[in-house]
């Protein structure tokens, strides 16, 4: 089975000054990676790097602002460091042990280890010991009584972040510790062999120059991984939305000939845009499928589902109903972009419907999500699954219906086409 190798987030939490971009450049390797200042605040937004490390794999590493900072602005950068908590597979609650005064409270600490571990993430202790003379038996006994305080069982170890003779430690600390959960998910579902899969990519004034985008990119290498052939093709949507035969012709011509073939037509992914044409072109028996159900299903770690489910939300919009629509980029709207005009024209035309509509481009979703009835999101393609999970958690604890372009566009054309497009999924 063709699988793709995620990288794990960890992530550093703690309060102003307690060492957590020292242990962040530690872990890295690099002495210089994060700011590292003796002013408090000094990391005002979340820093991330993606490395290699031996023995865990491909890591993205986010370094977090304090968390106990009661300032207007300390808000802002704790709702960041709360994020990072929610999306990081482990958390490291960074402490500073060199200030091991008795009397300590941790009601923050435990506060981030609860939330993380609401959301069923790992959680290590991590005590900064700042290359104090402290002896070995002091060390240990501020920990043990540390440990005794913060009353939440989980595995800690003291380290010295300044001292870069520590990081084979701290791996090893984190390699032991840290079970690393699988999200591998089968991308394209199908056997290894032979077989040709068409990728139908129509491309418009928003597809970037000199290269194809990831979806169809990951699709193209998880094919050939399969030993499967993809089949490249562009169909003009203009054309074949004005009927025109030529452009009919050249795309059942395509189709035939590899229908035909030895090896065989396995499967038909295409863009969302044109589900309503090719819906209607590919003859029932030919599997077909769209690039967005595709990575929401990838994305969701084989939730597609909930993406379903969520369209049942139409039956009960009414006007002035606000929806959401999601996408996890920023990228230049060119023409008749999905989300900002396809998409609304749609509900409007074909549905009948006033809804007010607000839009979420890249990497913030709003706080507020009580007040939807619906979001629609894209295929998240330039996001981490962890990103992507986060949101979904959030819109199911806000009780909003979540579901997606792909699946809102076959749907809103032909609603029997979701059957179609999901039944590669087997959903
Ligand atoms: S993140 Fe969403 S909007 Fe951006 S390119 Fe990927 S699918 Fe399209």
């Not at 063709?2 to 962040?24: C, D, M, P, Q, T």
């Not at 023995?55 to 994020?83: C, F, H, N, Q």
């Not at 199908?190 to 491309?203: A, D, E, H, R, T």
């Not at 990575?295 to 909930?306: E, K, R, V």
Request: proline share 4%.
């Amino acid at each position: 089975m063709a699988k793709r190798k995620e990288y794990s987030i960890i992530s550093f939490v703690g309060r102003v000054n307690v060492g957590k971009s020292s242990l962040f450049n530690l872990l890295s390797g690099q002495k210089d990676f994060a700011i590292v200042d003796a002013r408090p605040g000094t990391t005002a937004d979340t820093v991330a790097a993606r490395m290699e490390i031996h023995g865990l794999g491909p890591v993205k590493v986010l370094d977090t602002a304090g968390i106990d900072e009661y300032s207007k602005l300390g808000e802002k950068k704790r709702k960041k460091t709360y994020e990072a908590i929610e999306e990081a597979d482990l958390t490291l609650i960074v402490i500073d042990l060199a200030n091991n005064t008795k009397d300590r409270d941790f009601a923050l600490e435990k506060e981030v280890a609860a939330r993380a571990l609401k959301y069923n993430k790992q959680v290590l202790i991590i005590y900064n010991i700042f290359s104090t003379k402290k002896s070995l038996e002091q060390t240990k006994k501020f920990k043990n009584l540390f440990n005794k305080k913060l009353g939440l069982n989980l595995p800690s170890i003291c380290l010295d972040a300044l001292n870069s003779k520590e990081q084979k430690k701290f791996i090893k600390f984190i390699s032991i510790h840290f079970k690393k959960e699988s999200l591998d998910i089968d991308l394209i579902p199908l056997p290894q062999g032979k077989g040709y899969v068409l990728l139908n990519i129509p491309m418009d004034e928003e597809t970037p120059a000199l290269r194809i985008l990831r979806p169809q990119d990951m699709a193209v290498e998880r094919l050939l991984r399969k030993y499967l052939i993809p089949v490249l093709f562009r169909l003009d949507l203009k054309k074949a939305r004005a009927n025109d035969e030529t452009e009919k012709k050249r795309f059942l011509a395509l189709l035939k000939h590899l229908h035909n073939s030895s090896e065989g037509l396995k499967l038909i992914i295409t863009d969302s845009q044109a589900m309503d044409i090719l819906d209607h072109w590919t003859p029932s028996d030919i599997p077909l499928t769209t690039f967005s159900v595709m990575m929401a299903n990838y994305m969701s770690c084989g939730n597609l589902d909930l993406f379903v489910k969520g369209l049942e939300a139409f039956s009960f919009l009414r006007n002035g109903d606000k929806i959401l629509i999601m996408e996890s980029c920023n990228h230049n709207r060119k023409c008749d972009d999905i989300g900002t005009k396809q998409i609304p024209r749609l509900i409007k035309e074909k549905l009948g419907l006033k809804p007010k509509i607000d839009f979420s481009f890249g990497r913030v979703m709003p706080d507020d999500l009580s007040r939807y009835k619906l979001a629609i999101h894209c295929g998240g393609c330039m996001a981490d699954r962890q990103k992507y999970g986060r949101r979904i958690i959030k819109l199911k604890e806000a009780g909003i219906p979540i579901t997606n372009y792909g699946l809102f566009l076959s749907w809103i054309h032909n609603p029997k086409a979701v059957k179609r497009v999901c039944k590669i999924f087997r959903i």
